[in-house]
């Protein structure tokens, strides 16, 4: 299950059908879509999925999931994990999209990693293994579906 920030509640194929009908409302746009997640500790570690559709110049819909999983302390198990959950996601927009005729649609992965502070030595690793799946990848500052729209559902 997905969450619609003004729509609610919704699954795979209705976020999807949600997707499809705001690229249709307006063709003449280019569009791409964003999957980013993020994680906090607290009693455990929420970790958020989120999917944007981004029209490149014209705004953006998202839709998050969001899951507990027991308590993380390792930040390089936390952060290769939100990696794994974003290319879950990725994988199976992919195959849907195809399924209806939009697999020319581009699909962004962004980690919630950058060149500052404890994460910049995982950074080859882990844009390795997005680019390896075949998905673009982007690094903070330019990762804001994970550092952004994620991580503000985490709190």
């Not at 919630?112 to 997005?130: A, N, S």
Request: charged share 30%; hydrophobic share 35%; with cysteine.
């Amino acid at each position: 299950m997905f969450i619609s920030p003004t729509r609610g509640r919704m699954t795979w194929e209705e976020m999807l059908s949600d997707i499809l009908a705001y690229i249709m409302e307006a063709r003449e746009y280019s569009y791409k879509i964003i999957v980013g997640t993020d994680s906090q500790i607290k009693h455990d570690t929420c970790l958020v999925t989120a999917v944007i559709i981004h029209r490149v110049g014209k705004g953006a819909r998202y839709y998050y999931r969001k899951r507990n999983q027991r308590k993380m302390s390792s930040l390089r198990q936390r952060i290769f994990y939100e990696a794994a959950l974003s290319l879950e996601v990725a994988g199976r927009l992919t195959a849907l999209l195809a399924e209806r005729g939009f697999e020319s649609l581009n699909i962004e992965i962004h980690l919630d990693v950058g060149p500052k502070g404890e994460t910049r030595e995982m950074i080859r690793e882990l844009v390795g293994m997005i680019v390896g799946s075949g998905y673009d990848a982007r690094i903070k500052p330019d990762s804001c579906g994970a550092s952004k729209v994620a991580d503000k559902h985490t709190k």
